[in-house]
């Protein structure tokens, strides 16, 4: 997936309303590393949520700190199959991704 920084360029991204990708990839680092409590220089890409301990209700509480930095929706709730298809940190930036590119307008 390409990241949300090359879809729009980061000239004019904020001028948008969106933050630019390395804005996106190192917030979305620190929540996790505040929820594992761990160093967010521990936290990558393709840092496993499963096994760093993560649990769907950590997913959850994730994406709401998530929804409440960004300003965002992110439709998925604890039956959602789509929390459970969240395997990586990566899965995660993606996943706010998308739904900044929802908000943002045509």
Request: proline share 3%; aromatic share 2%; no cysteine.
């Amino acid at each position: 997936m390409q990241r949300l920084a090359g879809s729009i360029g980061n000239i004019g991204a904020r001028e948008k309303g969106v933050d630019t990708g390395m804005d996106i990839v190192q917030s979305v680092r620190e929540i996790v590393a505040q929820q594992l409590s761990r160093d967010v220089s521990e936290i990558g890409d393709e840092t496993n949520l499963e096994e760093s301990g993560y649990d769907s209700l950590d997913v959850l509480e994730t994406i709401f700190a998530i929804e409440e930095k960004f300003n965002i929706r992110v439709p998925v709730d604890a039956n959602d199959p789509a929390v459970k298809s969240l395997k990586t940190v990566g899965d995660i930036i993606g996943l706010v991704e998308q739904a900044l590119l929802k908000r943002m307008p045509a």
